[in-house]
């Protein structure tokens, strides 16, 4: 059980409360655009990181040359321009990772750890979906951190009602 306690005035928290409820109706509302915009602005973020990173540098920094800093700005550039990109990545990375447990899973013909096998069936199928639907992945991850926000600010709203 989660023990949930909160001291502040009640007033004050109503009003988070209804922000926090604001925001989870906004990302459920609109999931495409947050999701697909959030992505873009990461993307320059990264860039403007990495290109401060090689105006800065001076030699080499951690055994490696500036230009390691351009490979940033690309992927930074690549990511403003696809940000579905990032999906279909996280879609390779999460299928590589299953596939590795699962090879060594049937490999050593070990079943007694039922939640290493669960997770990795889980981790291909997510990453299948992933690499194949990306833009619809974006925007039901946006909507289930939408319910999620939604459900804490009820919690949060139902909490100044106790007191």
Do not use: H
Request: proline fraction near 1%; charged fraction near 15%; include cysteine.
């Amino acid at each position: 059980m989660i023990k949930f306690e909160i001291n502040s005035s009640t007033k004050v928290l109503r009003i988070v409360s209804m922000t926090i409820f604001l925001v989870g109706l906004l990302l459920i509302s609109f999931p495409s655009f947050i999701g697909i915009g959030l992505i873009r602005v990461v993307g320059v973020l990264l860039s403007i990181f990495c290109g401060f990173g090689i105006y800065y540098t001076e030699g080499t920094i951690w055994g490696r040359d500036r230009s390691f800093f351009l490979v940033g700005v690309l992927i930074g550039l690549l990511i403003l321009v696809f940000p579905e990109l990032v999906m279909i990545i996280s879609g390779l990375g999460l299928l590589s990772f299953g596939i590795y447990k699962l090879f060594f899973i049937l490999k050593d013909q070990d079943y007694s750890d039922k939640y290493e096998l669960i997770i990795s069936c889980i981790s291909l199928i997510i990453g299948i979906i992933f690499m194949f639907k990306g833009k619809a992945a974006i925007v039901n991850i946006v909507r289930i951190v939408g319910v999620m926000v939604i459900s804490f600010s009820a919690v949060l709203f139902y909490k100044t009602l106790e007191q």
